[in-house]
């Protein structure tokens, strides 16, 4: 039976390159980067490099770049930053949108709870938010705008570089999650007029628990962290020399093969669209172009998501009903309710997120698999039987 990891949106295998570049500060080097002598300061230069290989990806200066754990705590650092900055300057509004990762979303939820008050732009069918609508919503007390450059669960793109020249014409802060962007689809905070941006070495074939928050020169970080004077005081504690070594080597694999492999992707991602489409009463979650190429999400009326995966599972499948961070959960996704899924649909998700070394032949399996699935399982469920026996309404 064929084996096919279709979750890559959780996380990605460590590249054999960045790997290879993790071993020596696993090994023989592996002072600390605060040490006078000579094996600390070999760490620190290996760190120094990383932060320029890792700034140049994304067109940033690289003391502009902090390391940090992952994703969340970048997100953390970055809004509690902006609300910090607001809060001196008596501002305490804050514009974001509802299909945020729950880092963002629990984040601004604790600063309403400390008297700011955040607002969601509107949300459309395509999960795209429009800047037109952020114009009208900024105020003279928002402090800033966080919106993700690229959604976890159903791939789409947001206009970052139109939100950018808004915040920028207005004269607001902007931050964007970039954790499924960044080795991706291109990023250029210079000409995107991103002022933090946030991201994980796991997405895109490097080490987990390392990451990275782009901060605009001129804007004071908020350490979350306190102890050590480690990278500019903004963040304690001993520098993960290994992981970001390999971070920088696998952003810069990524990057260099970002052209190459979007268009491979694009093309089965699409094949796949085509292939779960021929399912009734079934229907693509996100906008169709305005995607990450290898972001395929779909909902099947008349199934549960974790029946799905499970089947799957047993077929040679591992995909994902949506975010990895909320797995154990049985509510249906934010994101799709947000999209105006109902709840009864929302609950029948499935996403399907591609490897660069997808096949055609493993897209063709998928779209199989999946059709059997969906087939046996709505062959029990009652709430099939109930919609073909006309009691109750079809949605999709």
């Known amino acids: 039976m064929m084996r096919i990891y279709a979750d890559n949106a959780a996380t990605t295998k460590l590249s054999p390159a960045a790997l290879a570049a993790m071993t020596p500060y696993l090994t023989e080097c592996f002072g600390n980067p605060s040490s006078l002598y000579g094996e600390g300061q070999r760490a620190k230069e290996a760190v120094e490099d990383a932060r320029m290989r890792v700034a140049r990806c994304i067109h940033a200066a690289p003391r502009e770049i902090t390391f940090t754990s992952g994703g969340s705590e970048a997100d953390n650092q970055a809004i509690l930053t902006a609300a910090a900055i607001g809060r001196k300057a008596g501002k305490r509004h804050i514009i974001s949108d509802p299909v945020e990762h729950h880092a963002v979303l629990h984040t601004l939820k604790a600063l309403e709870e400390e008297g700011f008050t955040v607002e969601y732009l509107p949300m459309y069918e395509n999960g795209v938010v429009k800047a037109e609508d952020l114009d009208q919503m900024i105020r003279d007390d928002t402090c800033l705008v966080t919106v993700m450059t690229a959604n976890n669960e159903i791939g789409t793109i947001q ?28 990023l250029d905070v210079e000409a995107d007029m991103i002022d933090l941006l946030s991201a994980s070495a796991h997405k895109f074939h490097g080490p987990k628990g390392t990451g990275f928050l782009f901060t605009r020169t001129g804007i004071r970080l908020e350490p979350l962290i306190r102890g050590g004077a480690q990278e500019r005081g903004k963040r304690a504690g001993t520098e993960n020399v290994a992981g970001i070594v390999g971070m920088a080597k696998a952003l810069e694999d990524a990057v260099a093969s970002m052209d190459e492999n979007g ?10 669209i085509r292939g779960l489409s021929e399912i009734p009463h079934s229907a693509l979650n996100g906008d169709p172009e305005k995607r990450l190429p290898s972001n395929v999400n779909f909902c099947f009326e008349g199934i549960e998501g974790e029946s799905l995966l499970l089947y799957l599972d047993d077929h040679g499948v591992a995909a994902s009903s949506g975010s990895a961070c909320t797995s154990g959960s049985l509510d249906p996704s934010h994101v799709l309710l947000a999209i105006g899924r109902p709840h009864d649909v929302a609950h029948g998700s499935l996403r399907l997120s591609l490897g660069e070394d997808a096949t055609e032949e493993e897209a063709d399996y998928l779209i199989e698999t999946v059709k059997e699935a969906v087939n046996y399982l709505r062959s029990f469920s009652p709430v099939w039987r109930d919609l073909q026996a006309g009691k109750r309404m079809y949605i999709l």
């Open 159 to 186: 206009p970052v570089r139109e939100l950018g020249a808004v915040c920028r014409m207005r004269g607001v802060l902007f931050h964007t999650d970039a954790v499924q962007a960044v080795g991706h689809v291109p």
């Open 263 to 272: 268009k491979k992707l694009t093309a089965l991602r699409d094949r796949l």
